[in-house]
C-alpha cells in the first residue's frame, strides 16, 4: 500500500466548474496535511496546509481533513484555465531521530487537473 | 525573503559519469530536503538534514548516492556512477524546522538527464 494516495487522472472540468481532488493516507498518527500545485516543468509550489479536522478555507480553495476516515480532499471553486496543473497531497509523517520527533514529508503521485474554456 | 536556491539547472551527463547538485536553503530553515521526481511522478524523498545531521535516508540509493550539509545551511547531492534511470528533476526543498506543523518550500530544481 502506498503511503499518500491520489488519483492520477486526469481530471478535466469545465471552466466556472468546482474541481474536486481527493487524497488518502496510510500513517494514522499523520498530523500535518499539504497541497502542492506543479505548473508542468516547473517546482512544486505551497497552496494550502490543513492540521486539523474539518474545513480550511483560501479563496477559491478549501481544503478538507477527515482523520478518522484517513482522507483529505482540496475543493477548487470558480475553476480556471489558469488551475490547469499537477496537484500534489503530502503528508507530513511522524518520524523518530535521536529521541526527537520530525515530519517527513512525503507525496502521492499527484493529480493532472485540465480545466477547459 | 529569498526562496531556495539551486544549481545547476540542468546537466546532461553519460552513464558511469559522476555529478553534483548544490542547494541552498531559505536562510534560517533547519531542515533541508533532496527529493527525486520521475517524469509523471510525484516527489521521493532521497534525504533528510536537520541542521548538518541526517533525519532520514532510508529511500538513498547509498551505493551510488550521496549527500552532504556540513556547515547545517547549504548541501550536495552527488551521483557516481550515474545510471539512464537517475533521469529526473531533483528538487530540493526546506523548512523552518523538521517538526509535524512545518510548511516545505521548493527550490527550482535541476533537471538530469543521463545518456
Known amino acids: 500500500q502506498k503511503e499518500v494516495e491520489q488519483n492520477s487522472g486526469p481530471l478535466s472540468v469545465p471552466e466556472g466548474a468546482i474541481a474536486s481532488l481527493n487524497c488518502t493516507y496510510s500513517d494514522r498518527v499523520s498530523q500535518s496535511f499539504f497541497w502542492y500545485r506543479q505548473y508542468s516543468g516547473k517546482s512544486p509550489e505551497l497552496i494550502m496546509s490543513i492540521y486539523s479536522n474539518g474545513d480550511k478555507e483560501d479563496g477559491r480553495f478549501t481544503a478538507q481533513l477527515n482523520k478518522a476516515s484517513q482522507y483529505v480532499s482540496l475543493l477548487i471553486r470558480d475553476s480556471q484555465p489558469s488551475d490547469s496543473a499537477t496537484y500534489l497531497c503530502a503528508v507530513n509523517m511522524p518520524l523518530n531521530a535521536g529521541g526527537t520527533s520530525y515530519g517527513k514529508l512525503t507525496f502521492g503521485q499527484g493529480t493532472i487537473l485540465t480545466v477547459h474554456p | 525573503e529569498a526562496g531556495v536556491a539551486q544549481s545547476p539547472r540542468y546537466k546532461i551527463i553519460e552513464k558511469r559519469q559522476s555529478v553534483a547538485f548544490w542547494c541552498n536553503p531559505i536562510?534560517?530553515?533547519?531542515?533541508l530536503y533532496w527529493y527525486q521526481q520521475i517524469l509523471g511522478q510525484g516527489p521521493k524523498l532521497l534525504i533528510q538534514f536537520q541542521n548538518n545531521g541526517v533525519v532520514d535516508d532510508s529511500q538513498l540509493p547509498k551505493d551510488r548516492f550521496s549527500a552532504e550539509r556540513l556547515k547545517g545551511v547549504d548541501s550536495t547531492l552527488k551521483i557516481q556512477p550515474a545510471k539512464l534511470e537517475d533521469s529526473a528533476v531533483y528538487l530540493c526543498?526546506?523548512?523552518?524546522?523538521?517538526?509535524?506543523?512545518?510548511?516545505?518550500?521548493f527550490g527550482q530544481g535541476t533537471r538530469l538527464t543521463v545518456v
Open positions: 526543498a526546506s523548512s523552518l524546522e523538521g517538526i509535524l506543523n512545518t510548511e516545505a518550500f
Open positions: 536562510s534560517g530553515h533547519a531542515t
